[in-house]
């Protein structure tokens, strides 16, 4: 059964650092582009960083220059680094296909950033 499995959220002050792990029952990450996703209450799920399966990156203009992805195939994980984090920031984080979502999404993990 196809999972995506999200962790390393936390409750975090204004301009700390996080990183989340993006981890996969049933996927095989090395031959998919992967994203990371976010939903904050009363707000839609935005995309906030891709990177394909050649390793190429992109991130929103929201987090450039704060945020970066990465991948470990050899783990088969996604990782997004979150640096300088606002308060804006807050959200749950998910992963998934990027640009278009795939797979069932997973539970997600919570990123609270307070000022």
């Known amino acids: 059964q196809v999972r995506l499995m999200e962790s390393g959220g936390g409750w975090m002050q204004a301009g700390e650092s996080l990183r989340l792990s993006c981890t996969s029952a049933?996927?095989?990450?090395?031959?998919?582009?992967m994203g990371w996703y976010r939903q904050s209450p009363g707000n839609q799920r935005e995309l906030v960083a891709t990177?394909?399966?050649?390793?190429?990156?992109n991130t929103a203009d929201s987090v450039k220059g704060r945020f970066t992805i990465s991948r470990d195939n050899a783990k088969n994980t996604v990782y997004l680094q979150m640096n300088s984090l606002k308060p804006e920031d807050t959200a749950v984080y998910y992963c998934n296909t990027a640009p278009t979502s795939f797979y069932p999404w997973g539970q997600g993990t919570q990123v609270t950033v307070s000022s």
């Open positions: 990177i394909t399966s050649g390793g190429r990156t």
């Open positions: 049933g996927i095989d990450f090395r031959f998919n582009d």
